[in-house]
Every structure is written in structure tokens, then in C-alpha cells.
């Protein structure tokens, strides 16, 4: 489960962290990571497209291709890494300044993104890597770099942000600092773990200057590009919500960012879980096992919403205790009840929603996701507006957005499946 989780978690611990500097800086390590992933989402979304056709190819035992598409896969990533360095040098203060508000803020997340923009580079050949082991089922390591880098990001966070062992306090910049660092190690780790193994290198091709064919390149990119957009427009949501939240006050803000730490936490095995579900309908795709699919989703699903009932339930025993890791201001933590009571029945729906949307994605028929994502989005973020900022609603009728949200991916997403099933037209 944790092979999805690195992200999700690296994020919640940096705000737990400025749970300790102040209500500011939880606001704007919301807004900084949102704008750091609404960039890295699109990359996300390659992917996820380079691991259903890894998973594809490992179906069809073409273990040789695996290899290739790999390479082409971390070479792309390689290329995209440096144009969005570039990118956030030249561009991004101004971006932050035209939609950013608060001046106290926008100063923060500059801060922030001082040393977070190299993570550019370190999350996106972490994410390839990624897609290669899920692609041929392989999670055991990532679980593992995972761990580990979640462990280094928090004993980087208090050395760099309080100023411990010899190193000057940092703030919010020792967060953007700690991230990276643990990123860049975790990397370190899995390649060195991946050129050693000598079936990676023997049966996969793995670290060869093979490429594959023009043919398997534009395939991969034609089922990546609907994803890379659908990843982006998914994360834009969330950080167009922060930016609506925003304009309601720093108070509402920093509620809003400890509500999401939180709904992070719930979602963590949940996001996992999905992206299984990817490799899983590509790779019966490939063996020609159409007919297992809805049997399957049915059993993965009753493993979502159990997990996601333990797990919400785990979650309101002991929230006073997991809130007070996300801040020490008690008038703070008393205004977050009320949302993250909303978010917890929310996450039942995401549990069911989220399988099915990402059974969608894994059977090739990205364009499909995208259409999905867009449509469910766009209600979204309407609705999200006009109980925000036209009603003037409490922030706890404003999350109730999330019900809309999932009610209709789920939907159309069942739909999806159903009709394509029942006229064989699973193909890639």
C-alpha cells in the first residue's frame, strides 16, 4: 500500500511540521505543495500511462519491451525535470504573486519553493521508477523507499526547520529543503537497487540504450497525454480550492490545509489501491481475461470501503491526538472538527469512486478518464465557488463539495465499464 503513499505522506509530515511555526505557514505550505503538484501532476499522469503499458507488455510476457519503454519512460521524465526547473526559475514568483492574495503567504511559499523546485528532478525519476515496478507488479521495493524516505523527510524536517545539530533554524524553507533531500536519497537507493539486480537488467532491459520502436513510443505517449492532462486538471482543482479558500481569510486557510493532512491520511491506501487496480484491468486486458474484470473490481472495492471504514474509524478515535500533531493552537484545531467530520463520511465514497475511475484509466481508454475527470471537475469547483465565496458558507458546508465529486466519478465511471463490457471493446 505504501508503493502510492510517498507523496501523500512526505506532504502531511511537512505540515505537521509548520503546525509548529504558525497558522501562516500552514497555509502556505497548502498553497506551495498544491502548486508544486499541480505541475507534477501532469508528470504523474505519464506515469500512470508508461505503467498500464508496462503492465501490458508484461502481460503479453514481451519482458524485452518492458525494458525499453522503461528507458524512454526515465529519459522523457529527464527532459521534463529540467523544463519545469527552468520554468518555476523564470516564471513562478510571478504566477504566485497574480493569485496569491496575502502578502505574509506569498512570502512563505516563496520561501518555500527556494529549494522545492529542485524536487523537479528527484520526484519525477522516483515516479518512473515507480511505474516500472508496479507495471510488472513488483511494489515490495517501493514500499520499502518509501519508508525510508518518509523516515529521512522527518528527521530532515526537525533538524532543518527548528535548527538542530549544529544548523540554523529555517522555517518553511527547511521543509522545502527536507522533502527534497529525502527524495533525492530515495532515488539514490532505488537505482542502485535496480542496477543490481540482474534480472531488471537481463530479462527487462533495464538500463539499456534500447528504445522501443516509434510505433510502441507513440502508443505510450497517445495513452499518457489524456492522463498527464487529467492528473493536471485534477490537482489544478485543488489548487484552485485553496486559492477560493484563500480569499476567505488565513484562518480559513490553515483550517482547510489541517481538514486536507488529515483526508490525506484516510486516503493514503486508498490512492494505492487504485493505481493496483490499473495494473490490474491492463494486465488481464493483456492476458485476454476480459470477463474477470467486473468479478475483480467487486472484490477490490469490498477491500476499499473495508480498509476505508478501519481506517475512518481509527481516524475519529484518536483524532485530538492526530490534530495535535498538525498544530499546537487549540482555537485552531476546535475549527477543524466540524470539516474533517464531513471529509471522513466522504472518504466511504472516494473508496468506491476511486476504484472504479481508476479501472477506467487502466483499460487504455485514457481520452475516457480524461472526459470523466473533466466533467466531475468542473461541477466541483462551481459548486465549491458558490458555497464559498457568493453564499459565504462555513468552511464545513463548503467540503461537503467532495460528496458531489465522488458521487458522480463513480457513476460515470460504472457506466463507462458496463457499457464497454458488454460491447467487448476493452482495447488499447
Partial sequence: ???????????????????????????????????????????????????????????????????????????????????????????????????????????????????RVYGYFTLFLLLGFRAFFLGIGNTRIIGIVTGISA?????????????KFGFAPMGISGSGLATTLAELIA???????????????TRFNLFTTTLPTKEVMWQTTLTAMPLMLQFFISMFSWFLFFIIIEQTGEHNL?????????????MVALIAMGSVTSTIVSNLIGQNKREEILPTLQKIVGLSLLCSVVICTVVLLFLPQLLSLFSTSQVLLNDTYNSIYIILIATLFFAVAFVYMSAVSGTGDTKASLA???????????????LAIYLRQPL??????????????????????????????LTV
Avoid: P
Avoid at 101 to 115: G, K, L, T
Avoid at 187 to 201: C, D, G, H, P
Avoid at 379 to 386: E, M, P, R
Avoid at 402 to 416: D, H, K, N, P, R
Fill in 372 to 386: 470523466i475527470e473533466v466533467f466531475t471537475l468542473v461541477i466541483y469547483l462551481l459548486f465549491t465557488y458558490v
Fill in 151 to 163: 523516515l529521512l523527510n522527518f528527521v530532515f524536517n526537525y533538524v532543518f526547520v527548528f535548527g
Fill in 1 to 115: 500500500m505504501l508503493s502510492g503513499a510517498g507523496q501523500t505522506i512526505n506532504s502531511v509530515m511537512d505540515t505537521a511540521f509548520m503546525g509548529r511555526i504558525g497558522e501562516v505557514e500552514i497555509g502556505a505550505s497548502a498553497i506551495g505543495t498544491m502548486y508544486f503538484f499541480t505541475i507534477t501532476m501532469a508528470v504523474m499522469g505519464f506515469c500512470t500511462g508508461l505503467q498500464i503499458i508496462i503492465a501490458r507488455a508484461h502481460g503479453e510476457k514481451n519482458y524485452a519491451q518492458v525494458g525499453a519503454i522503461t528507458s524512454f519512460g526515465l529519459l522523457a521524465l529527464l527532459l521534463a525535470g529540467i523544463v519545469c526547473f527552468g520554468a518555476n526559475i523564470i516564471f513562478g514568483k510571478y504566477l504566485l504573486r497574480f493569485i496569491v492574495q496575502s502578502d505574509n503567504v506569498y512570502e512563505a511559499v516563496q520561501q518555500f519553493f527556494n529549494y
Fill in 254 to 266: 490553515a483550517i482547510a490545509n489541517l481538514t486536507r493532512s488529515v483526508y490525506m491520511v484516510t
Fill in 187 to 201: 532515488v539514490a537507493i532505488i537505482v542502485v537497487y535496480s542496477f543490481n539486480n540482474n534480472e531488471f537488467r
Fill in 396 to 425: 464545513e458546508i463548503v467540503w461537503c463539495n467532495e460528496f458531489v465529486y465522488f458521487i458522480l466519478m463513480g457513476a460515470v465511471s460504472y457506466w463507462y465499464l458496463l457499457r464497454k463490457l458488454k460491447t467487448k471493446l
